[in-house]
């Protein structure tokens, strides 16, 4: 079976962080709707069931919560940013997407979003 990458998509994950650069958005956290989609490259193992050729989207998804519901941050641009950061850690990691939704940023809009994508060199 030639499958040559492995796509992990973590959907929705719902956090509350300090965002914005507005004196209220400074000292009261706000929602953000976080979506990864990261790429790897599988190897046979995988398809043995080997945990250790797998990429572990769990300890990425506890970096990311950890990471956002502790900062504080005055742009959407460097809190996605950093979230790109965390999912590119893992030295396998081909490509990397990231976008966070900013829920009633704007009075008329459902959310605000911004997306930022890495790919590796390599």
Same mark, same amino acid.
């Given at each position: 079976?030639? @499958?040559?990458?492995?796509? &992990?998509?973590?959907?929705?994950? =719902?956090?509350?962080?300090? @965002? ?17 989609? &990261? ?46 950061? &965390? ?9 990397? =997407? ?8 704007? =009075? ?10 890495? =790919?590796?060199?390599?």
């Amino acid at each position: 079976m030639p @499958i040559s990458n492995a796509i &992990i998509e973590v959907k929705k994950l =719902r956090l509350r962080t300090f @965002i914005g650069f507005n004196q209220e958005e400074r000292e009261k956290q706000q929602d953000v709707v976080v979506n990864l989609e &990261i790429h790897y490259p599988v190897s046979a193992d995988v398809f043995n069931d080997s945990v250790d050729a797998a990429l572990n989207y769990k300890t990425i998804t506890k970096k990311v919560i950890e990471h956002v519901e502790q900062g504080h941050f005055l742009l959407l641009e460097k809190l996605v940013a950093d979230v790109l950061n &965390i999912c590119c850690d893992h030295p396998s990691v081909a490509y990397a =997407r990231v976008s966070i939704d900013k829920p009633h940023a704007l =009075r008329f809009a459902d959310s605000v979003s911004l997306t930022l994508e890495h =790919r590796s060199d390599t």
